[in-house]
T-cell receptor, first 111, second 115 residues
Protein backbone atom coordinates (compact mmCIF):
# COMPACT_ATOMS: atom_id res chain seq x y z
CA UNK A 1 0.00 0.00 0.00
CA UNK A 2 1.34 3.39 -0.97
CA UNK A 3 1.58 5.78 1.95
CA UNK A 4 2.66 9.39 1.92
CA UNK A 5 3.53 10.99 5.22
CA UNK A 6 4.18 14.65 5.78
CA UNK A 7 5.62 16.25 8.84
CA UNK A 8 5.04 18.39 10.59
CA UNK A 9 1.28 18.59 10.06
CA UNK A 10 1.13 22.02 11.60
CA UNK A 11 3.84 24.63 11.78
CA UNK A 12 3.70 28.08 13.28
CA UNK A 13 6.76 30.19 12.68
CA UNK A 14 7.98 33.73 12.78
CA UNK A 15 8.65 35.78 9.71
CA UNK A 16 12.25 35.71 8.64
CA UNK A 17 12.91 32.16 9.89
CA UNK A 18 13.84 29.13 7.83
CA UNK A 19 12.11 25.80 8.03
CA UNK A 20 11.66 22.51 6.20
CA UNK A 21 8.62 20.35 5.54
CA UNK A 22 9.28 16.66 4.98
CA UNK A 23 7.43 14.23 2.74
CA UNK A 24 8.16 10.49 3.03
CA UNK A 25 6.58 7.92 0.77
CA UNK A 26 6.53 4.17 0.88
CA UNK A 27 6.87 3.00 -2.70
CA UNK A 28 9.15 3.43 -5.63
CA UNK A 29 8.24 6.58 -7.48
CA UNK A 30 10.11 9.22 -9.36
CA UNK A 31 7.30 11.68 -9.72
CA UNK A 32 6.55 13.87 -6.78
CA UNK A 33 4.43 17.01 -6.64
CA UNK A 34 4.00 19.87 -4.23
CA UNK A 35 0.77 21.85 -4.07
CA UNK A 36 -0.36 24.87 -2.13
CA UNK A 37 -3.85 25.49 -0.81
CA UNK A 38 -4.95 28.81 0.64
CA UNK A 39 -7.83 28.76 3.14
CA UNK A 40 -11.14 28.24 1.38
CA UNK A 41 -9.46 27.88 -2.00
CA UNK A 42 -8.48 25.17 -4.40
CA UNK A 43 -5.03 23.67 -4.88
CA UNK A 44 -2.37 25.09 -7.13
CA UNK A 45 0.74 23.35 -8.34
CA UNK A 46 4.06 24.52 -6.95
CA UNK A 47 6.68 22.02 -8.05
CA UNK A 48 7.04 18.88 -10.10
CA UNK A 49 10.06 16.72 -9.22
CA UNK A 50 10.83 14.04 -11.74
CA UNK A 51 14.13 12.43 -10.87
CA UNK A 52 16.51 11.64 -8.08
CA UNK A 53 18.37 14.73 -6.98
CA UNK A 54 15.90 17.09 -8.62
CA UNK A 55 15.79 20.54 -7.06
CA UNK A 56 13.35 23.28 -7.94
CA UNK A 57 13.19 26.80 -6.54
CA UNK A 58 10.58 29.51 -6.73
CA UNK A 59 11.11 32.58 -4.62
CA UNK A 60 11.51 31.58 -0.98
CA UNK A 61 10.50 27.96 -1.60
CA UNK A 62 12.83 25.20 -2.66
CA UNK A 63 11.84 21.57 -3.18
CA UNK A 64 14.12 18.58 -3.55
CA UNK A 65 13.72 14.87 -4.16
CA UNK A 66 15.76 11.90 -2.99
CA UNK A 67 14.20 8.81 -4.55
CA UNK A 68 16.57 6.42 -2.80
CA UNK A 69 15.50 7.69 0.60
CA UNK A 70 11.93 8.13 -0.68
CA UNK A 71 12.00 11.64 0.71
CA UNK A 72 11.14 15.08 -0.58
CA UNK A 73 11.65 18.32 1.28
CA UNK A 74 10.11 21.73 0.90
CA UNK A 75 12.39 24.37 2.36
CA UNK A 76 11.18 27.82 3.26
CA UNK A 77 13.77 30.57 3.42
CA UNK A 78 13.17 33.79 5.36
CA UNK A 79 9.45 33.14 5.66
CA UNK A 80 6.96 35.91 4.97
CA UNK A 81 3.31 36.08 5.99
CA UNK A 82 2.11 35.52 2.40
CA UNK A 83 3.45 31.98 2.52
CA UNK A 84 0.84 31.01 5.11
CA UNK A 85 -1.10 28.16 3.53
CA UNK A 86 -1.44 24.40 3.59
CA UNK A 87 1.17 22.54 1.58
CA UNK A 88 0.59 19.07 0.18
CA UNK A 89 2.97 16.63 -1.36
CA UNK A 90 1.65 13.93 -3.68
CA UNK A 91 3.19 10.85 -5.21
CA UNK A 92 2.31 9.35 -8.55
CA UNK A 93 2.39 5.57 -8.65
CA UNK A 94 3.42 4.82 -12.20
CA UNK A 95 2.22 1.24 -12.38
CA UNK A 96 -1.43 2.26 -12.15
CA UNK A 97 -1.31 6.08 -12.23
CA UNK A 98 -2.95 6.34 -8.85
CA UNK A 99 -2.04 9.54 -7.00
CA UNK A 100 -1.68 9.64 -3.24
CA UNK A 101 -1.56 12.86 -1.25
CA UNK A 102 -0.03 13.48 2.11
CA UNK A 103 -2.27 14.91 4.82
CA UNK A 104 -0.86 18.38 4.30
CA UNK A 105 1.20 20.76 6.40
CA UNK A 106 -0.64 23.78 7.63
CA UNK A 107 1.87 26.60 7.76
CA UNK A 108 1.10 29.70 9.80
CA UNK A 109 3.62 32.50 9.59
CA UNK A 110 3.33 35.15 12.23
CA UNK A 111 4.02 38.73 11.13
CA UNK B 1 -8.92 30.64 -20.18
CA UNK B 2 -7.65 27.18 -19.33
CA UNK B 3 -9.65 25.86 -16.44
CA UNK B 4 -11.43 23.06 -14.65
CA UNK B 5 -15.00 23.86 -13.71
CA UNK B 6 -17.25 22.11 -11.24
CA UNK B 7 -20.96 22.45 -10.59
CA UNK B 8 -22.56 22.99 -8.25
CA UNK B 9 -20.14 24.75 -5.94
CA UNK B 10 -22.33 24.18 -2.90
CA UNK B 11 -24.98 21.54 -2.35
CA UNK B 12 -27.09 20.53 0.62
CA UNK B 13 -29.10 17.38 0.13
CA UNK B 14 -30.77 14.59 2.07
CA UNK B 15 -29.80 10.99 2.54
CA UNK B 16 -30.65 8.79 -0.41
CA UNK B 17 -31.37 11.49 -2.98
CA UNK B 18 -29.24 10.81 -6.04
CA UNK B 19 -26.99 13.62 -7.16
CA UNK B 20 -24.37 14.38 -9.78
CA UNK B 21 -21.47 16.79 -9.54
CA UNK B 22 -20.21 17.81 -12.94
CA UNK B 23 -16.60 18.44 -13.88
CA UNK B 24 -15.37 19.83 -17.15
CA UNK B 25 -11.94 20.85 -18.44
CA UNK B 26 -11.05 22.79 -21.58
CA UNK B 27 -7.36 21.83 -21.82
CA UNK B 28 -7.74 18.58 -23.78
CA UNK B 29 -6.34 16.70 -20.82
CA UNK B 30 -6.41 12.92 -20.83
CA UNK B 31 -6.21 12.30 -17.09
CA UNK B 32 -9.03 13.36 -14.79
CA UNK B 33 -9.60 12.59 -11.16
CA UNK B 34 -11.95 13.16 -8.24
CA UNK B 35 -10.82 13.75 -4.67
CA UNK B 36 -12.51 14.36 -1.41
CA UNK B 37 -10.93 16.52 1.26
CA UNK B 38 -11.75 16.01 4.90
CA UNK B 39 -10.14 17.72 7.91
CA UNK B 40 -7.07 15.86 9.09
CA UNK B 41 -7.18 13.40 6.18
CA UNK B 42 -5.83 15.47 3.33
CA UNK B 43 -7.04 14.64 -0.16
CA UNK B 44 -8.09 11.13 -1.00
CA UNK B 45 -8.59 9.96 -4.53
CA UNK B 46 -12.05 8.60 -5.28
CA UNK B 47 -11.85 7.66 -8.96
CA UNK B 48 -9.63 8.56 -11.85
CA UNK B 49 -9.71 8.24 -15.58
CA UNK B 50 -6.77 7.97 -17.93
CA UNK B 51 -8.85 8.56 -21.03
CA UNK B 52 -12.31 8.27 -22.53
CA UNK B 53 -14.11 5.12 -21.35
CA UNK B 54 -11.22 4.24 -19.00
CA UNK B 55 -11.86 4.66 -15.29
CA UNK B 56 -10.27 3.19 -12.19
CA UNK B 57 -10.91 3.17 -8.49
CA UNK B 58 -8.87 5.36 -6.23
CA UNK B 59 -8.53 4.83 -2.51
CA UNK B 60 -12.11 5.63 -1.45
CA UNK B 61 -14.48 4.64 -4.27
CA UNK B 62 -17.31 3.18 -2.17
CA UNK B 63 -20.60 4.98 -2.67
CA UNK B 64 -19.48 6.80 -5.82
CA UNK B 65 -19.71 6.25 -9.53
CA UNK B 66 -18.09 8.03 -12.45
CA UNK B 67 -18.24 7.98 -16.20
CA UNK B 68 -15.99 9.31 -18.94
CA UNK B 69 -17.93 9.43 -22.17
CA UNK B 70 -16.22 12.54 -23.46
CA UNK B 71 -12.68 13.71 -22.92
CA UNK B 72 -13.67 17.02 -21.34
CA UNK B 73 -16.26 15.75 -18.83
CA UNK B 74 -15.94 13.54 -15.77
CA UNK B 75 -19.09 13.60 -13.63
CA UNK B 76 -19.18 12.20 -10.10
CA UNK B 77 -22.40 10.40 -9.20
CA UNK B 78 -23.68 9.63 -5.73
CA UNK B 79 -26.52 7.16 -6.22
CA UNK B 80 -27.63 7.16 -2.59
CA UNK B 81 -25.74 9.79 -0.61
CA UNK B 82 -25.14 9.28 3.08
CA UNK B 83 -23.99 11.73 5.78
CA UNK B 84 -20.46 10.28 5.73
CA UNK B 85 -20.12 11.63 2.19
CA UNK B 86 -20.37 15.17 3.49
CA UNK B 87 -17.10 16.63 2.31
CA UNK B 88 -15.30 19.04 0.02
CA UNK B 89 -14.85 17.53 -3.43
CA UNK B 90 -12.25 18.49 -6.00
CA UNK B 91 -11.99 17.53 -9.61
CA UNK B 92 -8.58 17.70 -11.26
CA UNK B 93 -7.10 17.09 -14.67
CA UNK B 94 -3.65 16.66 -16.16
CA UNK B 95 -2.18 16.32 -19.58
CA UNK B 96 -1.48 12.61 -19.70
CA UNK B 97 -0.52 9.86 -17.35
CA UNK B 98 1.76 8.42 -19.97
CA UNK B 99 3.95 11.45 -20.22
CA UNK B 100 6.84 12.40 -18.00
CA UNK B 101 4.75 14.10 -15.39
CA UNK B 102 1.22 14.36 -14.17
CA UNK B 103 0.91 17.84 -12.67
CA UNK B 104 -2.75 18.37 -11.95
CA UNK B 105 -4.98 21.39 -12.37
CA UNK B 106 -7.77 21.58 -9.83
CA UNK B 107 -11.32 22.81 -10.04
CA UNK B 108 -12.71 25.26 -7.45
CA UNK B 109 -14.28 22.56 -5.30
CA UNK B 110 -17.82 21.48 -4.41
CA UNK B 111 -18.90 21.58 -0.81
CA UNK B 112 -21.45 18.84 -0.25
CA UNK B 113 -23.56 18.41 2.87
CA UNK B 114 -25.73 15.32 3.23
CA UNK B 115 -28.35 15.57 5.99
Amino acid sequence: ELKVEQNPLFLSMQEGKNYTIYCNYSTTSDRLYWYRQDPGKSLESLFVLLSNGAVKQEGRLMASLDTKARLSTLHITAAVHDLSATYFCAVDRRRDDKIIFGKGTRLHILP
Amino acid sequence: EAQVTQNPRYLITVTGKKLTVTCSQNMNHEYMSWYRQDPGLGLRQIYYSMNVEVTDKGDVPEGYKVSRKEKRNFPLILESPSPNQTSLYFCASSLSSGRAYNEQFFGPGTRLTVL
